[in-house]
């Protein structure tokens, strides 16, 4: 059998190299292609948000409107309390700049105390405690950056 000598050997491997270069090169740019963006993601989270919410209200109104609305504050207690088992999980002074977390944290602390409720679930009922319980940093607070109107 004969070897292939240099000067065919060199251009032939060269073309494989090439294709296979530019094969991976291919299929890794339209990887990226596909690869959602920041604002393509934050996007989608506020779709799903605004979905939940249309199908909750829905829901909601639907109760009231076959006269169940009996069963409402029940059920809006129940989104309270994962609401402030979300704010507790997510809550950072930093992610905070305009004090709105803190705010509604304020609210739902002055409207349990006025109306009392605690889950049946201990877990829920523990982790809401702790939600209720969280200190919360003032915009003007030493350590935190405010924005202030001059």
Partial sequence: ?????KSVLIPVLTLFVGLGGGF???????????????????EE????HAALSTTEFTQYLKLVRHGH?????FLLEIRLDSSLMDLARTYTPERDSQDIAARALAMA???R???????DTPWVAKEVQAALALKTQPADS?????ISSE
Avoid: C
């Fill in 69 to 73: 609305a009996d069963r409402l504050p």
């Fill in 113 to 119: 105390a006025a109306y009392p409720h605690q889950s």
């Fill in 142 to 146: 030493p350590g935190r950056s405010s």
């Fill in 109 to 111: 602390r002055e409207y």
């Fill in 45 to 48: 989270l506020v779709l799903s």
């Fill in 24 to 42: 991976v090169l291919g299929v890794y740019g339209e990887a990226k292609k596909t690869e959602p963006t920041s604002n393509e993601i934050f």
């Fill in 1 to 5: 059998m004969r070897i292939l000598s």
